[in-house]
């Protein structure tokens, strides 16, 4: 038997429609009570399906099928590339993501040890503010001291002694000018390099 006619006589049987019978067993009466009623069930209606008509398939010839395989093959290529190209974007916006997440890592730690930075900051000013005192005080101290070395100087004149040497300043600390705060427009232009 060929494979046709074993189609054939499959859709021959699936064609006959086979008569379906559903039986329902009678049921004995019940006397009702009238206080709540039984409302009865709809019957449930069978839905028979029809089989699929199965297509015949379509004879290609070695050239069409040639064609076909170029066409899947380039497809292919194709969807390779895409998929390739989306993959790396997806790579990109990734690393992205972390480089915001470790820039907002490194703001909060930044923001969390900022009073420590200014406590510092604070004892090496109050350390420079006490040499500049102490080389204020020494220097007020030597001015009176000078001034007491001329008067004996001058006292002193008619031995014709030789003058006092004078007596050298230490080297005075410049402190660097203060900078003026930053603008709001400045500061965002930093940020904006971050």
Sequence with gaps: MSEAEAKNEIFEKVDEKPEVKVEVPEEAPVAEPELSPIPEEPEEKIKETKPKKERKKRVLTEQQKEKLRAQLAVGRATSLAKRRKKAQLRKIEKDEKSKADDEKIYKALKDKLKPDELKS???AL??????LKLELSTKKERKVSDKKVKTA???DSDDEAPPAPKPKSPPVKITPPKKKPLTAR???LLMKGL
Excluded: D, G, R
């Design 126 to 131: 109050k350390k420079q503010l006490e040499e």
């Design 121 to 123: 900051e604070n004892e």
């Design 153 to 155: 100087a001058i006292i």
């Design 186 to 188: 400045q500061k965002m």
